[in-house]
């Protein structure tokens, strides 16, 4: 199992539509999680760290499941800028070193 | 200007070369990381650094070497270059103080050997 596994997509939806992608982890013991957002032949940038709590960013809310180690990247309300490909990231520390781990990625392609 | 710097942005190499990718820094982040990505394998990590005095491999460190050089800068060799050693590549960096510090990379070097 890898220790990090996305749905690669491509998820094709159109404007204004909501779109959730998950992501799973098999580390139980992962301590922190984000989402990235890598435009095409661009380099990965932060979206938003997800929370124990939840967290919410306008029309973005990301969740964290440790029951059932996933984490989740609800978009509302898509615009076509939103299209990119959507990369999970999950940190954990063996042997106390901080190891980041990144799934394949997430396309979405958001139609006119 | 950028915060995390690489060069070349673009270079194409034959089989046998020996290249160097370069990573400079401004962020004074302690900890530092090369990473190929490769259409549907993602980014995978090659090599990484914790401070100058600690290197470690990453996944997918054969045919790859690496020097920091200081705290600033990290550097990636490829010794003899093959064409599968064609990808994306990537450094970031991150603070290790606070497990939510998030990566900041690179705009990416595109190395295509022929």
């Known amino acids: 199992r890898k220790e990090v596994e996305q749905d690669p997509g491509p998820f094709n939806v159109p404007e204004g539509a909501t779109v959730a992608f998950n992501c799973t982890y098999s580390?139980?013991?992962?301590?922190?999680f984000f989402w990235y957002r890598q435009d095409c032949r661009k380099e990965p940038k932060l979206l938003m760290s997800?929370?124990?709590s939840g967290n919410e960013d306008g029309r973005f809310t990301a969740q964290l499941n440790r029951a059932s180690q996933y984490i989740s990247l609800l978009i509302r309300d898509s615009k076509l800028s939103d299209s990119a490909t959507y990369l999970c990231?999950?940190?954990?520390?063996?042997?106390?070193?901080?190891?980041?781990?990144f799934g394949i990625g997430t396309k979405l392609q958001v139609i006119p | 200007d950028a915060d995390v710097t690489q060069t070349p942005r673009n270079r194409i190499t034959k089989t046998g070369k020996r290249i160097m990718l370069e990573c400079s820094q401004t962020?004074?982040?302690?900890?530092m990381y090369w990473y190929r990505q490769d259409p549907g394998l993602g980014l995978r990590l090659i090599y990484y650094?914790?401070?100058?005095?600690?290197?470690n491999k990453g996944e997918i460190s054969d045919g790859y070497s690496v020097s920091r050089q200081a705290q600033a800068k990290f550097s990636l060799s490829l010794e003899s270059a093959i064409p599968n050693q064609t990808a994306l590549y990537f450094c970031?960096?991150?603070?290790?103080?606070?497990?939510?510090?998030?990566?900041?990379f690179g705009p990416g070097t595109r190395l295509t050997v022929l």
């Open positions: 962020k004074g982040h302690d900890r």
């Open positions: 970031a960096t991150r603070d290790s103080r606070g497990a939510y510090n998030e990566q900041f």
């Open positions: 997800v929370y124990s």
């Open positions: 990231v999950v940190n954990n520390a063996p042997g106390g070193y901080q190891k980041v781990t």
């Open positions: 650094s914790f401070d100058v005095k600690d290197i």
């Open positions: 580390n139980s013991a992962s301590q922190s």
